[in-house]
């Protein structure tokens, strides 16, 4: 398994390291300390398994990184590993398309759980999120002109996903559904939007929610 490790400290991709080496089977990393070089390695190394990304590096301001990262490489999982706890981050995060969110702060039995977890497709949320209440699932504001395109409430759920770049397996994961469903989904997204495939239909979700 190649797993890619983006943090700007080197003490903490050096714990990490630690971490990732108690995986099975044997994991082989691939080191970036900013934004660019993560670009960089993760175009490099097209059979990555997994990139496992500190949210605040140099390169990117806030989630804009990892919106970027899953616009340019959909097919990758991401998940973050930050200091951030704040619910606001890790709702954040994952409506920007990670598959999972780990704070540093997280015991090695805690993270092990998680990346084994997140390695399945199923989606990995602290604790800390679910405490708080914060409904996951909530439409952002953005997505309120996809009501009225006779989509049912799933569907519009399925939408918001698919247009941040989100995987079929992902998206069953974090829906809580079978990936045989999400394709029934898709389907009446595609007719809804008149469009015959992923690309088509991220763009007129794009255009429906930010205009022409």
């Known amino acids: 398994?190649?797993?890619?490790?983006?943090?700007?400290?080197?003490?903490?991709?050096e714990g990490v390291r630690q971490v990732l080496s108690q995986l099975e089977p044997p994991v082989e990393i691939v080191d970036a300390h900013d934004y660019p070089s993560l670009f960089a390695q993760t175009a490099l190394h097209a059979d990555l398994d997994l990139a496992l990304v500190d949210l605040n590096m140099p390169g990117f301001v806030g989630m804009q990184g990892i919106t970027q990262y899953r616009h340019r490489f959909p097919d990758i999982p991401l998940v973050v590993l930050s200091a951030s706890e704040s619910p606001?981050?890790?709702?954040?995060?994952?409506?920007?398309?990670?598959?999972g969110y780990i704070p540093k702060s997280a015991s090695t039995?805690?993270?092990?759980?998680?990346?084994?977890?997140?390695?399945?497709?199923?989606?990995?949320?602290?604790?800390?999120?679910?405490?708080?209440?914060?409904?996951?699932?909530?439409?952002p504001p953005g997505f309120a002109g996809l009501q009225h395109c006779g989509l049912?409430?799933?569907q519009l759920?399925?939408?918001?996903?698919?247009?941040?770049?989100?995987?079929?397996?992902?998206?069953?994961?974090?829906?809580?559904?079978?990936e045989s469903t999400v394709k029934v989904h898709i389907s009446a997204?595609?007719?809804?939007?008149?469009?015959?495939?992923?690309?088509?239909?991220?763009l007129a979700i794009q255009r429906r929610v930010h205009g022409p």
């Open 157 to 178: 759920e399925v939408a918001r996903l698919l247009a941040q770049g989100c995987t079929n397996k992902a998206i069953a994961g974090m829906l809580t559904m079978s």
């Open 152 to 154: 049912t409430a799933r």
């Open 109 to 139: 039995a805690a993270m092990l759980a998680a990346l084994r977890q997140v390695l399945t497709g199923t989606p990995f949320v602290p604790a800390s999120l679910a405490d708080s209440h914060v409904d996951l699932h909530a439409q």
């Open 189 to 202: 997204i595609f007719r809804a939007f008149d469009v015959t495939n992923r690309t088509e239909a991220v």
């Open 1 to 13: 398994m190649k797993t890619l490790l983006a943090d700007d400290h080197p003490l903490m991709r």
């Open 88 to 99: 606001h981050d890790i709702r954040s995060a994952l409506e920007a398309g990670a598959l």
